[in-house]
């Protein structure tokens, strides 16, 4: 079964409105979690590191102020895109591992739709 | 981690069965080869992770000659249910806490 949950699966809003996507780590603690999105026919872009108890890190690009991640707990973190535009609309993919040598698992990921 | 080259789509039918093959000329000594599975709309799946020779599972084999300088994933016997995207990945072992890159992957499309 799924170990990595993610919430909601699609998500449709009007443009200006912010949205937040919900990762659970469902049986396991991870201090470490990833985002991804992911657009039509792409491969999956990393877009920040979120880390249990500490600021997130960011890969180049990626504004921080317009992709809020907070992980408050060791089995959730939490993407809020702020006042989301059409061209935020996309698919989110967050992961996580049981441990630093297994493998990560991926969420079902978030289908956002900006109008 | 190392850059990784697949093939950008391969067609196969129902019954078949289908060797994907993946380049890493530049694979470091730590590390492994890892594949996984993407549905439309779903998130990547874990299919298979070797070292070396062969590693078998009830999904797939993967395939790593002596020089690891490429694998290959065989599915037996595709079926419909097997159209999907197969990325290859190298990297530690310990990548649980580290991020991962994809490539562009392989878009195999099983016809009946």
């Known amino acids: 079964g799924a170990v990595v949950s993610q919430h909601p699966s699609w998500v449709i809003c009007k443009s200006g409105t912010s949205v937040k996507i919900e990762c659970r780590s469902l049986?396991?603690?991870?201090?470490?979690m990833f985002w991804y999105r992911q657009f039509p026919k792409q491969s999956l872009m990393l877009m920040a590191t979120s880390n249990e108890g500490s600021k997130a890190t960011y890969e180049q690009g990626v504004e921080k102020d317009k992709f809020l991640i907070n992980h408050a707990s060791l089995t959730l973190s939490t993407l809020t895109v702020t006042s989301a535009h059409p061209e935020d609309s996309s698919f989110y993919i967050c992961?996580?591992?049981?441990?630093?040598?297994?493998?990560?698992?991926f969420g079902d990921g978030t289908r956002l739709s900006i109008l | 981690l190392a850059k990784t080259t697949q093939p950008i789509s391969m067609d196969s039918y129902e019954g078949q069965e289908v060797n994907i093959t993946c380049s890493h000329n530049?694979?470091?000594?730590?590390?492994?080869i890892t594949w996984y599975q993407q549905f439309p709309s779903q998130g990547p799946r874990f299919i298979i992770q070797g070292y070396k020779t062969k590693v078998t599972n009830e999904v797939a084999s993967l395939f790593i000659p002596a020089d690891r300088k490429s694998s290959t994933l065989s599915l037996p016997r595709v079926s419909l249910s097997d159209t999907a995207v197969y990325y290859c990945?190298?990297?530690?072992?310990?990548?649980?806490?580290?991020?991962?890159?994809f490539g562009s992957g392989t878009r195999l499309q099983v016809q009946p």
């Open positions: 049986d396991f603690q991870a201090t470490t």
């Open positions: 992961s996580a591992s049981r441990s630093s040598n297994q493998p990560q698992h």
């Open positions: 990945l190298v990297g530690p072992l310990d990548t649980g806490r580290r991020a991962l890159t």
């Open positions: 530049n694979i470091a000594t730590n590390d492994y």
